[in-house]
């Protein structure tokens, strides 16, 4: 009797052992905060974390996120965006893909080109993109309470599905430098708003690999001028404001750089955040567009922004007054300031030294 009853029971149980989901991608870089909603609930994204299908990710002010897909296919979402991996499988070693770009500025590069039964396709709620091999930048943002969708093609080929506009003209081809605002098409009714940028503009923007477009219209509906836009960006990085982590292109705005600005000092144990990636430590402060130089005394540091200065933030007095202390334990940090990727307002980061590396402390 017991011989018949455990072969029944093993089948039994086997019935109920759940299939492990297979990530799709991970996180390669995450600069600021980001979070994921999967299946209802929302969590934090971390550097390295895993990204599934039906994953929302959202990403706050003043942050950048990159996410490695498992076809090498490389997504990039700027500040204050939501993007949907809707579909993603690949069954009989065909990719069936459908991204949705919810709000927000992306950057994107499929380095795999589809092939004969593939699909892969980029969305939002004006228009939709087929891809083959490509590599491209969307915005989805509002304008007089309408979402409006901008697109500018740097590699590769795309098919426009714009049938929602409502224009004769429901799908057409975009190729290498085009570029148009949804709105605009419906507004013109054909396709004589698309733009081509300059062949120096489009290898300038290949180059800087973490920019993001410009939005293409401003919040009264009128259209912008993208290549004086970026004429005036690349001018402002060929004067030396271009060098550092990453580059960003903000909303209305040129092209913003990563660069560091550094202070030495002891520290203490708060605001961990953000230590990958460490840039060396500097003494003085590099040019910005964004920020006034950071003023380094054995007193005293203070922030200038805009004309306007302020006391020591909280943690940095602390560790003024923590120094001994922290220089018994060995530890010992620096400040810094950069400006994120797609964002204009300079963010503050810490990373941490051993006391012996400092020439001297705050």
């Not at 019935?15 to 609930?41: D, M, N």
């Not at 599905?161 to 013109?188: M, P, R, W």
């Amino acid at each position: 009797m017991f011989r018949l009853i455990l072969p029944i029971t093993l089948a039994f149980t086997l019935c109920f052992i759940p299939l492990v989901q297979a990530s799709i991608g991970t996180v390669a870089l995450l600069k600021g905060q980001a979070e994921v909603e999967r299946k209802g609930v929302k969590g934090q994204l971390h550097q390295n974390d895993e990204i599934f299908e039906l994953d929302v990710v959202h990403t706050a002010p003043s942050s950048f996120i990159k996410m490695a897909m498992s076809d090498d296919t490389i997504i990039q979402l700027g500040p204050d965006a939501s993007f949907k991996f809707a579909q993603h499988s690949d069954e009989g070693g065909l990719r069936q893909e459908v991204f949705e770009l919810i709000k927000g500025k992306l950057r994107t590069a499929v380095h795999k080109k589809a092939k004969d039964g593939e699909s892969i396709k980029f969305g939002t709620t004006s228009v939709a993109l087929g891809v083959r091999g490509t590599e491209f930048m969307a915005n989805a943002y509002m304008v007089k309470g309408k979402m409006t969708t901008d697109v500018l093609l740097l590699k590769g080929k795309i098919a426009a599905d714009a049938s929602q506009l409502g224009t004769a003209v429901k799908t057409f081809d975009v190729t290498e430098g085009q570029y148009f605002n949804t709105t605009q098409i419906a507004q013109d009714g054909g396709l004589q708003s698309v733009k081509t940028l300059s062949g120096e503009a489009v290898q300038k923007m290949l180059e800087n690999g973490e920019a993001f477009l410009p939005d293409l219209m401003d919040a009264k509906g009128v259209l912008q001028d993208l290549g004086a836009s970026l004429s005036s960006a690349f001018g402002q990085m060929g004067a030396g404001v271009g060098a550092g982590i990453g580059a960003g292109i903000g909303a209305g705005a040129g092209l913003l750089a990563g660069a560091a600005v550094g202070v030495l000092g002891a520290g203490s144990d708060k605001d961990e955040s953000d230590k990958k990636d460490s840039p060396p430590p500097q003494m003085e402060a590099q040019p910005q567009t964004q920020a006034a130089p950071v003023v380094v005394t054995k007193e005293i540091v203070t922030i200038v922004y805009k004309d306007k200065e302020g006391p020591d933030p909280v943690d940095i007095r602390e560790a003024k007054e923590q120094r001994k202390r922290m220089h018994k334990e060995n530890r010992c940090y620096y400040w810094f300031y950069k400006v994120i990727p797609g964002s204009f307002t300079p963010e503050r980061f810490r990373r941490e030294r051993d006391c012996d590396e400092y020439e001297f402390d705050l």
